[in-house]
């Protein structure tokens, strides 16, 4: 006869849920159901947290609030006492909870109440009943690190101490940088060896991803037979050790260093800090996109077989491959002296070129790869230096690396042919002719980059493989702009009839969410007033996102507007690496001031956020570009509308009905900022009745003056 399971005793936890589920049922059935989907897509350490939030805040409702059975019915009355009973509450030591223990906690219920509205759950309330402005503003002091005599104590001391494993453990923090989960995580195989050095294998970190870190030689001699203990790298009587361990094991070791209390994080901050006052971008040791060492994943680090980037991978020295010029010399921040000068040369060098971004005596597994993978930060680094958007410098270093992969060759083999046959395989794809031409536009620029002699490129592709970089693009071979538009014809401005249905269907959305009490008829109120504001000052949808209330002035030349006779668009399109272009917007339309009157007064104030943004989310945030896309589409195609009808389209009929209206075309250049009249044209679209108005009273001059 079998034994019966012995049943798992019930976590402090669970018992605890237990209990609160006797008194406040619902507030429990929802808590649980809640961490059961986070726990789906969640680390168990976030799941953790969530848990204990909820715990702490039903137990609270049902002590103090027990006419509160459920969350649908929490408000502002029961939050505001629970903020005021957080900050009274005592720990076990005795003491308050920190400012950011109670912003960790609101912060948590916060999201959990915007999940449930956004899930549509039975007992979620109607608003978020938690704001931006419940949370207490979080301290950001800078990172504590060692200074450079206080880390030297530390390994002198840790040097001398009599058990080899605290003096291992110690010194492992100090020259890899590794968290402390990271550290007792390693497995006993983790050391490996790449061509002649020796390199640390790290498991999946705080960031979900594995890694190399070299190994300094001291660590490789500590680490030798260690493989053998068990299946952890770093055991104790049998057992793997623990963050609590860890942590004892150094306060001992700075406790005879005389440096007082360290914690193992500071030993990563310190590492982090010696690497950027040494002009290091970055290091393995942090899992950063920067780092010298290859990351990769379900990939064999000595064959480069498996998936993911390579990226360029040396042997051990604290050297990144950016920012650093050639003929640096450079020792290990950990092991620095006091004194932990580090001289560099190269000043005055173009930013991006060769002897910045590579380092002598680095060797690469794959060396092409890696120059390629050089050769594009020392691009990302000029076009930085040129203060261009960093969407369009990811934009252009995605479009490389697409060509690259379809050549399946490098730039200094590229040729005339392989631009030829991508723009034939884009074509085939279906991209339009703009994209075509910006992706033709992006591979002749760096091109152009790295045949540039005063960067260095070609020699270095010419000393190491033997051939150089040439100019792929040109005129016979690639797309010519020679139309003022290019954009899709179907796209148009609104007519006025399909405006007016626009305005009226946002109109009738809110006195439906209004008189029904549903969710959403603030967001409704919101977006109805967007879009009015954004079709009544001709703005873009940016322009419109970043709108603050400060923007809105008065106009010495249209008083009866009040405040809202003029307005500063702050965040207009920049052109060429220069900032956001500004311009003053004057009123034209009289009723939409009515619409932003009515919002401020009666829409944003429910918003509860003390920030300075216009257009607010549920959070208290400030709205994106891409709500606004999300939001028109949504009313387009409920109402029927056609699909070419984008929010720009708003912008495109505000310039129309203002010329149909009579408006001086230079008046309108200016409201919309263009610099060039002939752009503003390309906007217009006026109607056929506004044609004929036109040609009738051409003609009614002309033969006036005839019967003169």
């Not at 001398?160 to 010194?171: I, S």
Request: hydrophobic share 40%; net charge positive; aromatic share 8%.
């Amino acid at each position: 006869m079998s034994a019966l399971p012995v049943p798992t005793p019930a976590s402090a936890a669970e018992r605890e849920w237990e209990l609160l589920a006797g008194r406040a049922p619902r507030l429990a059935a929802t808590a649980s159901r809640y961490l059961e989907q986070i726990g789906l897509s969640l680390r168990p350490s976030s799941v953790v947290v969530a848990d204990g939030a909820l715990r702490l805040f039903v137990g609270y409702l049902v002590e103090h609030h027990p006419h509160t059975v459920s969350f649908a019915s929490v408000g502002r009355p029961e939050i505001e006492a629970f903020k005021v009973w957080l900050t009274r509450r005592r720990t076990p030591k005795g003491t308050t909870l920190s400012a950011n223990t109670i912003r960790q906690r609101l912060g948590t219920l916060r999201t959990f109440f915007d999940r449930i509205i956004e899930w549509d759950w039975a007992d979620a309330p109607a608003r978020t009943p938690i704001f931006g402005a419940d949370l207490p503003v979080a301290d950001e002091p800078s990172p504590r690190f060692l200074d450079d005599a206080q880390a030297a104590r530390l390994l002198r001391a840790a040097a001398a101490d009599p058990d080899p494993l605290r003096r291992l453990v110690v010194e492992m923090l100090a020259r890899t940088g590794l968290r402390v989960s990271e550290l007792c995580d390693l497995e006993a195989d983790a050391v490996v060896r790449i061509g002649e050095g020796w390199w640390l294998r790290v498991g999946l970190g705080k960031l979900h991803n594995d890694r190399y870190v070299p190994l300094h030689p001291q660590l490789v001699e500590q680490l030798a037979g260690r493989s053998g203990e068990g299946p952890w790298l770093l055991m104790r009587n049998g057992a793997p050790l623990n963050r609590h361990v860890v942590t004892r094991m150094l306060r001992r070791v700075a406790a005879r260093a005389g440096i007082g209390h360290v914690h193992p994080h500071q030993l990563r901050h310190t590492l982090a800090t010696q690497a950027k006052l040494s002009t290091v971008a970055s290091d393995a040791s942090f899992d950063r996109v920067e780092c010298p060492a290859t990351r990769r994943s379900s990939r064999d680090p000595a064959s480069g077989r498996g998936g993911g980037r390579d990226v360029q991978c040396c042997w051990w020295q604290p050297v990144s491959n950016r920012r650093v010029a050639s003929g640096a010399t450079m020792s290990h921040p950990a092991s620095c002296g006091a004194e932990g000068g580090i001289p560099v040369t190269g000043a005055g060098v173009l930013a991006g070129s060769a002897r910045l971004v590579l380092v002598d005596g680095a060797i690469a597994l794959r060396p092409e790869a890696a120059m390629f993978e050089a050769i594009l930060d020392g691009w990302r680094l000029q076009q930085e230096s040129r203060f261009l958007a960093a969407p369009t410098v990811e934009s252009r270093d995605k479009t490389l690396r697409r060509f690259q992969e379809f050549t399946g060759d490098y730039p200094w083999r590229w040729g005339p042919g392989d631009i030829e046959e991508w723009s034939v395989s884009l074509r085939s794809a279906g991209r339009s002719r703009t994209t075509i031409r910006a992706y033709q536009n992006a591979v002749a620029m760096f091109c152009d980059f790295v045949c540039d002699g005063r960067y260095g490129w070609a020699t270095e592709c010419e000393a190491r493989f033997g051939e150089h970089p040439s100019q792929i693009c040109h005129d016979w071979n690639t797309a010519d702009h020679v139309a003022d538009y290019e954009g899709d014809p179907a796209r148009r401005p609104f007519t006025r009839e399909e405006l007016q249905g626009f305005f009226d269907f946002a109109d009738e959305r809110v006195a439906a969410a209004r008189a029904h009490g549903r969710k959403g008829g603030l967001a409704a109120w919101r977006d109805t007033a967007l879009f009015k504001v954004t079709y009544a000052w001709g703005l873009r949808r940016r322009e419109a996102a970043m709108l603050d209330v400060a923007d809105f002035s008065t106009n010495p030349a249209a008083p009866e507007l009040g405040r809202f006779g003029m307005l500063s668009v702050r965040w207009g399109k920049a052109m060429r690496g220069s900032p956001p272009r500004r311009r003053n917007v004057a009123t034209v339309m009289p009723w939409a001031v009515e619409v932003v009157e009515e919002y401020l007064a009666e829409v944003r104030p429910l918003y509860g956020s003390d920030t300075s943004a216009l257009w607010l989310t549920e959070r208290g945030g400030r709205i994106s570009a891409r709500h606004i896309n999300e939001r028109f589409c949504a009313y387009r195609e409920a109402m029927g509308l056609p699909a070419e009808l984008t929010p720009h389209c708003l912008r495109h009929s505000y310039v129309s009905h203002l010329v149909e209206d009579g408006v001086d075309p230079l008046f309108v250049q200016q409201q919309v900022g263009h610099s060039w009249a002939s752009t503003t044209a390309i906007y217009t679209s006026v109607s056929g009745d506004y044609k004929n108005k036109v040609m009738r009273d051409a003609l009614a001059r002309a033969f006036a003056e005839e019967d003169r």
